[in-house]
Each structure stands twice: as C-alpha cells, then as structure tokens.
C-alpha cells in the first residue's frame, strides 16, 4: 500500500459498565485483558447471571463516567433517573466478593454496594446488583483460542474487538440495495477501528500492531441482536442482523469484526498506548 492508503487507527472506545454507553476516546493505554477501564463493571442477577443489551435494550441510555481522581469510580446517569457516583469496591477494602457468571465463566467480584444496586434496579425495574472487577488478572480468555496467560475483563471473551471502516461501508451498501439504512459503527461495540484498508480484509489477519501495540487475532467476531439497538435511544430494528445472516455467515455465527489480544512485550506498567492516527502494520 502507498503511504496515502496505509491503514490508520480512525477511533477508540470504550465501555466502563458491560452493555451501557460506550465512550470515545483519542488514546488509551492498553493492558493485558483490554483498554484500561473497559468492562470492569457488571450488572448481574440476584443468582450472579450477566444482564446485557441483549434482554435489556434500555442499557444503551446509561451514561457512564470515570470520576477524574477517583481509580476505577465512576458517575452514572439515565433519562429519568438522578445521576449517582459510585466508588470503586475491592475486596481488599473489606467489599462483600460476589460469584458472577459471564457467558461460560465464573469470576469474583466486589460488590458496589446498597445505593447503586438500588439505582440500577429502578432503572430496569427489577432487582440487580452491580459489581466491579477488581482484580482483572482472574479471568482467563477461553482456552480454546488464546494462551494461559492470556486475562480479560468482563467483556464477552476477549480483550479488544478490532473493525473497520471499508467493512461497514460494504455493510451499508447492501443495506441500502435492499431498502434499508445504513447503521452506525457503535451498533458493533468496537474497541479499535481502522481505516485504509479493503472491505472484510480482516478476515484473513493473525497478527496486527497499532502504534506501539501487537495483537494477536483470536477469532471472528459473532453478532448478536445488540446490533440491532440503536445505542443511544434503546430502540431495537430488525437489521443489520438479517442482512450478515444472508451475507456474513460462516458456520452459525454472523460475523463482523475480529476479536484480538494484545501480546505481552514483557515487565512495565502497561502494554503501551494506542491513538487515534496511529499507522496499523498488518504482520501476518
């Protein structure tokens, strides 16, 4: 590719609390098990079950905010409801540790407490509680498509999820064709969206660095209905699910996007920052 064309890391995102609002950013620092302050809140059910956008559409309207100051505490705020601050629990500090369950795997958390179950449980009008992952080194990616080591936080099952710009747009023309309209990127919850490169060339990548970052694909990407959530209003539609089951299915998933796990350059902090205009190496 020429230097006009070569591929660039266009956006960055986060999702403090699993299936709330995401957040844009310019630039954020990448560890081991995703971005830092991504999924590292949870809504569960009174027997520990993950609540997401997929039976609670309404998740999108949650605005969620780090508390400048505060490590890991964050503001919520909702149509209808009183903002609330809610600081970060550890077990360490004495938090009630709860087992939760997200998807196939259990993992420990600390409990936020009275107030913000209380405010969450309004909100759905059912009663929940909310956690925070304290310890993010507890939960490992599925065995079956990353290392031992590999850690990941209370997203679906890997650390960052990776799309692109000409995929969406390919996306969007088929929709259009077929009467309908195009849908916005954060229908897909990514992580990292890259531009520059040719529609569904993401398939065929093992390894990538963005920046000073290289990541491992573990897997494609399989759609749910959250896809189809407006992800501001709540608003649930019927594409463009219907549209990747007729052009996007390998074996039973819908596919759009490639799951990723950064690779460990060895001791620090940190596994480096990746930002918005970063130049993205296909390596393999």
């Given amino acids: 590719m020429t230097a006009a064309t070569s591929p660039r890391l266009v956006s960055v995102h986060i999702y403090p609390l699993k299936s709330g609002r995401g957040i844009d950013l310019s630039e954020s620092q990448v560890e081991p ?15 520990g079950k993950c609540v997401t956008q997929r039976p609670e559409p309404s998740m999108a309207r949650i605005v969620v905010r780090y ?79 990353g290392l031992p080591d590999d850690r990941v936080s209370f997203a679906d099952g890997f650390p960052l999820l990776l799309t692109t710009v000409s995929s969406l747009e390919a996306l969007g023309d088929w929709l259009v064709e077929d009467g309908s309209e195009p849908v916005q990127m954060n229908r897909f919850r990514p992580s990292a969206v890259i531009a ?61 996007g490639q799951n990723v796990i950064p690779e460990d350059p060895g001791p620090g902090p940190g596994l480096g920052t990746i930002r918005v205009g970063d130049e993205v190496q296909i390596l393999e």
């Fill in 67 to 145: 508390v400048p100051g505060a490590p890991g505490s964050i503001a919520v705020s909702a149509d209808g409801s009183p903002p609330l601050t809610i600081s970060a629990p550890a077990g360490d500090r004495g938090a009630e540790m709860l087992w939760v369950t997200v998807w196939a795997s259990k993992v420990l958390a600390a409990a936020a407490g009275e107030a913000a179950d209380e405010w969450f449980s309004r909100f759905l009008g059912r009663p929940l509680r909310l956690v925070y992952l304290d310890d993010p080194t507890r939960r490992q990616v599925d065995p079956e498509f």
């Fill in 33 to 47: 098990w995703g971005l830092a302050g991504d999924r590292r809140w949870l809504l569960v059910e009174l027997d």
């Fill in 196 to 256: 520059g490169t040719p529609a569904w060339a993401e398939d065929d990548w093992h390894r990538a660095r963005i920046g000073p970052v290289t990541f491992r694909v573990a897997k494609p990407c399989g759609r749910c209905q959250i896809t189809t959530t407006d992800q501001f209003t709540g608003e649930r539609g019927r594409e463009p699910l219907m549209m990747l089951g007729r052009r996007r299915k390998f074996g039973q998933q819908l596919v759009f």
